[in-house]
């Protein structure tokens, strides 16, 4: 007589057990997107002009001219991606547009896919390294959105509550792990 090991009982719920936790850890961890890219290439804001002197001296200003919004798009900041948790690559900017709004345009990211990727302003500085993994979260963070792709060229709007003043770095977040990506320092341009 034949005997299967699954017709016990305890064999076919440590089975089943066994198929839970497999499906629960791929799930969390996702480990395919290692082997997985979502390339993205938004167009990217008309770059920054340096307007020349065409308008004579004599002419006043326009009444409807403000000191506070530009006439062309205007880079505030700027930093390059330095690799955390993952490889990273690529830079980052603040971009005041010609309209007042303002983005953060990423240019050729590289970095690793992940299961919980989002774009974080936050107020903390840039540490290289395993010292620079966790830190982003200690204090003043906005989330701008998922991570729209782990490689090209992308654009988020910065939310008009948001000043961009109050924030030195972009990190490339992982959620569920809590851990940065990479990030870059944000510097006054």
Not at 2 to 14: H, K, Y
């Amino acid at each position: 007589m034949r005997t299967w090991i699954f017709r016990s009982p305890v064999a076919r719920a440590g089975l089943a057990v066994a198929v839970v936790v497999a499906g629960l850890t791929a799930y969390w961890f996702q480990p395919w997107k290692l082997f997985t890219d979502t390339y993205v290439d938004e167009a990217l804001p008309p770059p920054v002009v340096t307007p020349t002197a065409t308008i004579p001296v004599s002419t006043p200003p326009s009444p409807t001219a403000s000191a506070s919004t530009p006439r062309a798009n205007e880079v505030l900041a700027a930093g390059a991606f330095v690799t955390h948790e993952h490889e990273t690559t690529g830079s980052a900017e603040i971009v005041r547009l010609a309209d007042g709004r303002h983005q953060l345009v990423m240019r050729d990211l590289r970095t690793s896919n992940g299961p919980d990727l989002r774009v974080w302003l936050t107020d903390q500085p840039v540490t290289r390294g395993t010292a620079g993994w966790r830190v982003f979260d200690d204090g003043r963070w906005v989330e701008l959105a998922r991570l729209k792709g782990n490689k090209g060229n992308q654009v988020y709007e910065l939310p008009a509550s948001v000043d961009p003043r109050d924030f030195r770095s972009v990190s490339i977040w992982c959620k569920r792990f809590a851990v940065s990506f990479g990030a870059a320092d944000l510097t006054s341009a």
